[in-house]
C-alpha cells in the first residue's frame, strides 16, 4: 500500500515570505501529526489532526498553522518565514493516533531552506 | 512534562559487534515505547514498540525490553552490519488524549567494515 506522501521534498523560500506544506496520510488512517527536526532541536512536535480538527499542539508560535481535510489529507503553513524556519518537515500518519498498538508511519519530510 | 534521554552519539563499531544504545524515560501515565531509525536522507522508519512493562519489541536483528522499574528501554543488536548505519532515535507516546510522540536527541551509528 502507498506510504505517507509528502511534497514537495525540497523548498527554497525567501525570509519574510509563507509556505505551505502538503502531507497524503496511508489510506484509511485518520491522524496526521507533523514534526520539524533540525539540527539544534532534534524534532519537535508541532500538531496533530484527527477528523478535521487540532488535537494537539505543540510549543510553536503562531505562524505555524495548519489544517486537515475530509480525505485526511493535511497541509501546514508558516507564515513570515525566519531563517530559524530552516529544517525537515516530517509528516506522521496513524490509524487512530499514536496509542502504542497503531504507531505512527512516517514520510519522507520536506526540506525547507529559508534564504 | 516527558522526556527521553538517548545516549550520547556519535556511536562506531566494526561489522559484527555487539550495540547497545541505552535510553531512559520520564513519563506521566504509562507510555508507550517505541525505536526509530532514520537512514540518510530519509523520514523516521519505525524499528520496534513496545507498549507495556517486559513487552519485548524486535525486529531485524534488533531488540529493546520496556523496563518500567528503571524506566528504560535500552536497543541491542547482537551483530551489527555495515547496513545498519543510521540515526536512531528512541521516543515515547503517552495515551490518555496525548497522542504524540517526545523524541531523544538521537544516536548515530556508523558501522565500518
Known amino acids: 500500500k502507498a506510504g505517507v506522501t509528502q511534497t514537495p521534498r525540497y523548498l527554497i523560500k525567501t525570509r519574510g515570505q509563507q509556505v505551505t506544506l502538503s502531507c497524503s496520510p496511508i489510506?484509511?488512517?485518520?491522524?496526521v501529526s507533523w514534526y520539524q527536526q533540525t539540527p539544534g532541536q532534534g524534532l519537535q512536535f508541532l500538531f496533530e489532526y484527527f477528523s478535521e480538527t487540532q488535537r494537539n499542539k505543540g510549543n510553536f508560535p503562531g505562524r505555524f498553522s495548519g489544517r486537515q481535510f475530509s480525505n485526511s489529507r493535511s497541509e501546514m503553513n508558516v507564515s513570515t518565514l525566519e531563517l530559524g524556519d530552516s529544517a525537515l518537515y516530517l509528516c506522521a500518519s496513524s490509524l487512530l493516533g499514536g496509542q502504542g498498538n497503531y504507531g505512527y508511519t512516517f514520510g519522507s519530510g520536506t526540506r525547507l531552506t529559508v534564504v | 512534562g516527558d522526556s527521553v534521554t538517548q545516549m550520547e552519539g556519535p556511536v562506531t563499531l566494526s561489522e559484527e559487534a555487539f550495540l547497545t544504545i541505552n535510553c531512559t524515560y520520564t513519563?506521566?501515565?504509562?507510555?508507550?515505547l517505541f525505536w526509530y531509525v532514520q537512514y540518510p536522507g530519509e523520514g523516521l522508519q519505525l524499528l520496534l514498540k513496545a507498549t507495556k512493562a517486559d513487552d519485548k519489541g524486535s525486529n531485524k536483528g534488533f531488540e529493546a525490553t520496556y523496563r518500567k522499574e528503571t524506566t528504560s528501554f535500552h536497543l541491542e543488536k547482537g551483530s551489527v552490519q555495515v547496513s545498519d548505519s543510521a540515526v536512531y532515535f528512541c521516543a515515547l507516546s503517552v495515551d490518555f488524549g496525548n497522542e504524540k510522540l517526545t523524541f531523544g536527541t538521537g544516536t548515530r551509528l556508523t558501522i565500518i567494515p
Open positions: 489510506s484509511g488512517h485518520r491522524s
Open positions: 513519563a506521566t501515565g504509562y507510555p508507550s
